[in-house]
């Protein structure tokens, strides 16, 4: 494993020059591949060599973009989609039989929420859930058919932390897969591979990109799990795309000084709704008064650029502070330059019914901040003129 830094890694980690001897990865903007002959076609589709088929196998963009993250997350292997969900749900489906079963943290991502309780179920797949804040009835819910822990954190939207050593411990203990998102995070803020998970996903369209873009998602890990993942999905056709995979490897090469950027705008937005009279609680890894703050700086390098917080006075007031923003972005995205302002109860999370909503935190006036990196003084601004 290389010795050098993750900011070098992100940047100096790129494919071979070609003849032309280019400084910047160029495009490789093809569906398919060529061979010197038949034998090479045969030996090439057995397997016997290692090279580029057809890009919705492997492409070099592709291939540079998901060695990167495997290299910034300690994984052995991986495998781009284009989306984040995609990523999810190619990832469960590959490792998955009919009649299996998963135990989840019950706050995750609402369409995540949908697969487990609508689609997987199609293929008699069950999920059990736990509460962020009830790690340890995670053991009473195992089953003998019980195959995977899931878990999101920072959790979306209500930015809870949950102890990735101790899932790690469980799931060695019971020999279950342990798959984390770590969108929120990523691999700069916080390597799930190193508590014990066996498998990473990331929307990449998020952070990762951090411009509000392109659409993409990564599933890294063992590299016997990801072998799995490869063959659902060359089949199932949901490949990340040359194009977005180039803009995303490029965008790795800024991650870390965004991320720092981010991380530093968004504990200096927590701390002044934290003292803001209409503001009834917040929500950031970073803060002392946040209930997994001594978890978030046991496994995270920063907080994240990810606030919630709970206006008082509730639905009502929550739709008058949205509609004075002026300057952020009333968007369902996050992680972009551009701070985003979203409610999740009537989007993200609007499938989820009110007491699934509210089993996770998600009440009418809970606010999600994606801090951006304008200058914070303007960011606050802006939320100020909209509390009063």
Excluded at 263 to 278: D, G, I, M, P, R
Excluded at 297 to 307: A, F, H, L, R, S
Excluded at 372 to 380: K, P, Q, R
Aim: charged share 20%; with cysteine; proline share 3%.
């Amino acid at each position: 494993m290389s010795q050098n830094h993750f900011e070098t890694e992100a940047i100096r980690q790129q494919l071979e020059r070609t003849q032309y001897q280019e400084h910047s990865v160029p495009l490789y903007l093809t569906s398919s591949f060529v061979f010197e002959d038949a034998e090479d076609m045969r030996a090439s589709f057995s397997e016997e060599k290692q090279r580029n088929l057809y890009s919705r196998f492997t492409n070099p963009n592709t291939s540079e973009f998901v060695e990167k993250i495997c290299t910034l997350e300690g994984a052995e292997a991986g495998y781009a989609y284009a989306t984040g969900m995609s990523a999810v749900f190619s990832t469960f489906a590959a490792l998955l039989n009919a009649g299996d079963h998963i135990v989840s943290c019950r706050s995750v991502f609402g369409s995540t929420h949908t697969l487990f309780t609508k689609f997987l179920p199609k293929w008699n797949i069950e999920t059990s859930y736990f509460k962020v804040n009830e790690i340890e009835k995670i053991e009473s819910l195992i089953q003998p058919n019980t195959k995977i822990i899931y878990a999101e954190t920072p959790t979306n939207p209500a930015v809870d932390i949950l102890d990735l050593e101790v899932l790690g411990q469980i799931a060695k203990k019971h020999n279950l897969l342990l798959i984390i998102d770590n969108c929120f995070a990523t691999p700069y803020l916080q390597n799930p591979i190193q508590f014990g998970a066996d498998l990473v996903i990331h929307s990449a369209t998020k952070l990762i990109d951090g411009q509000g873009r392109v659409l993409g998602g990564v599933t890294v890990g063992k590299a016997n799990l990801v072998r799995e993942i490869y063959l659902f999905s060359r089949n199932t056709g949901p490949a990340l795309s040359p194009f977005n995979a180039w803009v995303l490897s490029k965008s790795l090469e800024t991650l870390s000084v965004r991320v720092d950027r981010h991380c530093e705008n968004a504990l200096k937005v927590a701390t002044f709704l934290e003292q803001h009279s209409n503001v009834e609680l917040v929500k950031y890894p970073f803060l002392k008064s946040h209930p997994q703050y001594h978890i978030a700086k046991k496994q995270m390098k920063k907080g994240g650029n990810i606030v919630a917080f709970q206006i008082k006075g509730g639905l009502e007031h929550g739709k008058t502070f949205l509609n004075k923003i002026n300057m952020c972005s009333l968007s369902a995205n996050l992680g972009d330059t551009r701070t985003i302002v979203t409610h999740p109860a009537s989007t993200t999370h609007s499938k989820l019914s009110v007491e699934d909503r509210a089993e996770v935190g998600i009440t009418d006036g809970l606010v999600r901040i994606s801090v951006g990196l304008e200058n914070v003084e303007d960011i606050i601004k802006d939320l100020e003129q909209a509390l009063v």
